[in-house]
């Protein structure tokens, strides 16, 4: 036994009837730590509730129990006894010994993982009076760390995929379009010849050819803006221009869609004097792609609206479709890649899923964005909005 009288590094300096007090008694009793004081001869001399509650066991238990009880007590709640006790032994073999965070699995009266502490008491004189143990319960703290780094884990994977989805979707795409190109070019000379041949067989067979292609080319440039945006090198080629010519642009770009059905357009302007910096070549599309919704949802013979105004700080433009509008369930999955409804209509009607995912995106990256209202039987509404000015775009 020590007899130095210079206190330990480490040790706790107090008598073991000053660790009994009834003030920290209490303190220490109403703890979710479990706290264990054992004397110099290894005899228990006090436990609080926390530790009795973590090994099942009662006071009555384990005040004055010897060593070789106290062993038989744990050993029976601990799920490997054996590395218990030698580690046990280890420790009280050196009197100085200070162990911290050292884990202890305990199996009986339910599973738990403690983290434990050691440290020895020494009397004022410094002399080894007893070891004080505290047991921490932590098996809610490493099974939420375990979460944690699965949840990593399986995160860096997801990037990783997303990184090859993108490298792959930009490659093909543009191996495509190669090829795509030689194919509309010469059908369209073929059209010409044949136009003059009066052949209109052959004719129908072309123009079939030629609305396929432009289709694919579609579907691959939607393609390749998708792989632009999430390898973030969306480029935006600002300048200055009306609202109102870019709205009207847009329309007439979508006229084959919407004669055949004979479905009408409905303006109203803004302000004819409302300009923004912004790229107009994107606005025209994202416009384009709203309307082009609106037609393919929309019954023969409906009427969309299309309202351009100016709110705040920003220029919003509002498409109204007079569909069958949709489930405030699935609002939040319109604009993800590749979503496509589940009713008869949307399965019925060409597309990707790309359109929206895309159309948001370019808002985002003109420092705007794209929102929707819709409830099933009354139609939907998409509505953009970009900075009237240069700056960050006030939602109102």
């Known amino acids: 036994m020590a007899t130095s009288h210079e206190p330990r590094r480490g040790a706790i300096p107090l008598s073991l009837a ?5 003030q920290i008694d209490a303190v220490i009793g109403a703890a979710k730590e479990g706290f264990l ?4 001869e290894r005899q228990i001399i006090w436990a609080n509730p926390a530790l009795r509650a ?11 129990r010897s060593s070789s009880e106290l062993r038989s007590l744990l050993t029976e709640s601990v799920e490997d006894p054996a590395s218990f006790l030698s580690r046990n032994e280890e420790i009280y073999q050196d009197e100085a010994t200070i162990i911290e965070d050292e884990i202890v699995k305990i199996s009986q009266p339910r599973s738990i993982t403690t983290s434990r502490t050691s440290v020895p008491v020494v009397s004022k004189e410094g002399e080894y009076v007893g070891r004080l143990w505290i047991y921490r319960d932590v098996t809610k703290a490493l099974a939420a760390e375990r ?18 989805k993108s490298i792959f979707l930009s490659t093909i795409s543009h191996e ?38 432009e289709r694919l080319k579609s579907l691959i440039d939607d393609l390749l803006d998708v792989s632009d945006f999430e390898s973030t090198v969306m480029r935006i080629r600002e300048s200055r221009f009306f609202i ?4 009207s642009s847009a329309i007439d770009s979508i006229a084959p869609v919407t004669a055949p059905k004979h479905q009408r357009i409905v303006l109203e302007q803004c302000s004819p004097d409302a300009q923004i910096v912004n790229d107009r070549e994107r606005f025209e599309q994202i416009l384009g792609n709203l309307l082009s919704n609106a037609s393919k949802y929309s019954v023969d013979g409906s009427v969309i609206r299309v309202v351009a105004y100016i709110d705040g700080n920003a220029v919003k433009v509002s498409v109204n479709d007079q569909g069958e509008g949709i489930d405030q369930s699935n609002l939040f999955s319109l604009f993800e890649p590749f979503y496509r409804g589940d009713d008869e209509l949307t399965r019925s009607t060409q597309g990707a899923g790309l359109g929206l995912t895309i159309s948001r995106s370019l808002a985002r990256a003109m420092r705007g964005d794209l929102e929707v209202s819709s409830e099933l039987g009354t139609g939907s509404t998409f509505t953009f909005g970009l900075p009237l000015i240069e700056g960050e775009w006030i939602a109102s």
Do not use: W, Y
């Open 54 to 64: 973590m090994f099942g066991l009662e006071s009555a238990d384990l005040l004055g």
């Open 147 to 164: 979460a944690k780094a699965e949840l990593e884990a399986t995160n860096r994977r997801l990037v990783e995929l997303s990184e090859t």
């Open 176 to 213: 495509l379009r190669t090829p795509l190109t030689a194919v509309l070019a010469h059908s369209d000379l073929i059209k010409r010849r044949q136009a003059c041949s009066g052949n209109e067989k052959d004719l129908q067979h072309i123009e079939v050819i030629l609305r396929g292609g």
């Open 244 to 247: 109102n010519d870019a709205v």
């Open 18 to 22: 000053h660790l009994r007090d009834s």
């Open 37 to 40: 004081l054992v004397d110099a």
